[in-house]
């Protein structure tokens, strides 16, 4: 009978740490891209990020392995992101009347938010001029247009990762796309991916509105 030694079982640390380089660290990406947007700084990024690994390991024995741990990452660096500002500045996460009152018909669905026509000049545009018109966005307003069409988050997972109502979400997402729509077609007329002729108004202003209602005319 030949002896063969008998294998140790690994330790609760080592499980844990392999678990957490299996399901954390395949998210790093996504975390530092987001940061990016959230920073609008290299290097506050990279900062982010690192300290947003250092809690989650930190803290990897609360996770449920195997979840969501995306959303899980996420939640952390969002409210590490929060929580800094708000030690330099007035908190800006705090829900308004307008966001009460705002109904939840109003909203656009994500999946129809870059219809036409704005699908048809966002498109013909440089990544560089979307990731400044989202960098240009308030941080209320930022942070879900980020998770929701960067990460895309729906919206119960943004309300999680943001420790607040789903109501509160939608509603800045509808009004962090509109300015982010507009922003964007501006910089459209001005590369002239959109004749300003075909956005002015019967005043003689260039308009998002005076683009949509051109394009509504000419598909009718």
């Known amino acids: 009978m030949i002896f063969q030694p008998k294998r140790e079982k690994p330790s609760e640390e080592q499980s844990l740490r392999e678990g957490f380089q299996r399901e954390a660290l395949p998210h790093m990406e996504a975390l530092y891209n987001s940061a990016l947007y959230m920073t609008r700084s290299p ?8 300290e947003t690994f250092l809690k989650a390991f930190r803290f990897w024995h609360r996770y449920e392995q195997n979840t969501n741990c995306k959303a899980w990452l996420f939640r952390i660096l969002t409210n590490t992101f929060i929580n800094k500002n708000r030690r330099k500045k007035r908190p800006t996460m705090s ?7 705002l109904s939840s018909a109003l909203v656009a669905d994500k999946s129809s938010f870059y219809d036409t026509p704005e699908k048809d000049y966002i498109s013909k545009l440089f990544p560089e001029h979307v990731q400044k018109a989202i960098e240009a966005l308030p941080e209320n307003f930022r942070i879900p247009v980020v998770l929701a069409d960067l990460q895309d988050f729906s919206y119960k997972e ?44 019967d005043d003689g202003a260039v308009s998002l509105d005076a683009y949509r209602r051109s394009k509504k005319a000419a598909a009718g």
């Open 95 to 101: 829900m308004d009347a307008t966001e009460r009152e």
């Open 158 to 201: 943004i309300a999680d990762i943001m420790d607040c109502p789903v109501g509160t979400v939608m509603s800045r997402l509808f009004r962090g796309r509109k300015r982010l729509q507009e922003e964007l077609f501006e910089y459209a007329v001005e590369l002239g991916v959109i004749p300003a002729s075909v956005a002015r108004d």
């Open 43 to 50: 290097a506050l990024a990279e900062d982010l990020v690192q």
